[in-house]
Structures are given as structure tokens and as C-alpha cells.
């Protein structure tokens, strides 16, 4: 039998620790010259990396297709070691741009990376059993402010989190969010992802 729409199945959702990391492959931030949707991505001709935590340390491109502005960004070295980038915040942890996909929400602001990240908290929060399967240091989830994963903001939130999806896909300087503007606010957290020597 099927099941009935006046009480449909709950959402289920499984964390196996996905890390923010995972979502830094491409960050759709504001062009630093025209004000448009911009994206960071690995410098091209690279090696494609073998594990989720390369991304932190590989070069990157800020491109505009809007403007052509392009920019590169050389990992950061300290004493001898290149240090990882630190994801997390309202700007890219590379070119520290503020975020392309970023709306008020709950009194707050609510942001993503790209469509995939916006993708990865709806159905977290949209779910209404969350079961876990990883360490919370290791879960991107883990570390949602708890306005986003309560019960009472979901509705909002999910409307939130439609809003950045429809901003995904909008590029002009005058599509750009009211919310999307230099915070300061970028993760302080310095985990095993911090460090790389060669």
C-alpha cells in the first residue's frame, strides 16, 4: 500500500561526517570589481587531489565571467609548511570575498557555498530524524548553529536555503544579495586540516 499524503514517511537523514571541505571545490563569491557572481576554483592544469583535505591547501582562481577579472591565489606557507585554508563564515577562505549565496534568515544570515552545499543543509534540515555516524569534529553538520537545526526555524530555514538556490543561478551585480557583504566572521578553527609540509 502507499503511503498516505496526510502523513507522509519522515525524513530520514544519515550524517557520515561530511566536512565543509567538501564544498570548497567551488565557491560562488562577489566579483571584488564588478559586484557579480564570481567563482573560486583549484588553479587549472593541477592535479586533480587524492583526498578531501588537498582542497584546503591547492591554489586557487578567482574568475568573473561577467567582467574577466581573474585573480590566483599561491597556498599560504609558514615555517617551512603550507598551511590549509580555514572554511567556514560569510567569505571564501581563499580571496576572503564574501560569499555570493548568503540571505537573512531566522534574524540571521544563512549561507552556502554552491549549489551542492545548499543542496547538502536541505536535506538536513528538512529531515525530521537525523542519525549520526561520525564524530562531531569530523561533521560539517555537527557544527550548525543550533537556530538552524531546530525544529521551529525548519520552515524558514528550507525557504532560506531556496532563496540561495535561486541566487545560484543569477549573476548580474544588481541580482547580488542584500546579505552579501565583508563580515570579517571566517572560521578561526585550526584542525588537522592546517597543516601540510611537503
Not at 552545499?117 to 561533521?139: E, F, I, W
Not at 531556496?162 to 557583504?181: C, E, I, K, Q, V
Request: one cysteine or more; charged letters at 20%; aromatic letters at 6%.
Amino acid at each position: 500500500m502507499g503511503t498516505s499524503s496526510a502523513h507522509p514517511a519522515p525524513l530520514r537523514h544519515h550524517d557520515h561526517g561530511v566536512h565543509l571541505a567538501r564544498f570548497t571545490g567551488r565557491i560562488l563569491v562577489v566579483c571584488p570589481r564588478c559586484g557579480g557572481r564570481a567563482f573560486v576554483v583549484p588553479q587549472p592544469g593541477l592535479t586533480p587531489p587524492k583526498h578531501l583535505g588537498e582542497l584546503l591547501f591547492h591554489p586557487r582562481r578567482l574568475a568573473c565571467p561577467g567582467c574577466g577579472t581573474a585573480a590566483d591565489h599561491p597556498p599560504e606557507r609558514r615555517d617551512g609548511a603550507v598551511v590549509g585554508a580555514r572554511p567556514g563564515g560569510t567569505e571564501d577562505p581563499f580571496f576572503r570575498q564574501p560569499l555570493w549565496l548568503q540571505t537573512r534568515c531566522a534574524g540571521r544570515i544563512l549561507w552556502a557555498y554552491d549549489e551542492e552545499h545548499v543542496d547538502a543543509l536541505a536535506a538536513y534540515v528538512g529531515a525530521h530524524h537525523r542519525v549520526k555516524h561520525a564524530s562531531p569534529t569530523l561533521s560539517m553538520f555537527a557544527r550548525l548553529p543550533a537556530w538552524m537545526k531546530s525544529a521551529g526555524n525548519r520552515r524558514e530555514v528550507l525557504a532560506g536555503l531556496a532563496t540561495l538556490r535561486s541566487l545560484a543561478a543569477l549573476s548580474a551585480p544588481a541580482d547580488r544579495s542584500d546579505a552579501a557583504h565583508p563580515r570579517g566572521d571566517r572560521s578561526r578553527h585550526t584542525g588537522s586540516l592546517g597543516f601540510f609540509r611537503r
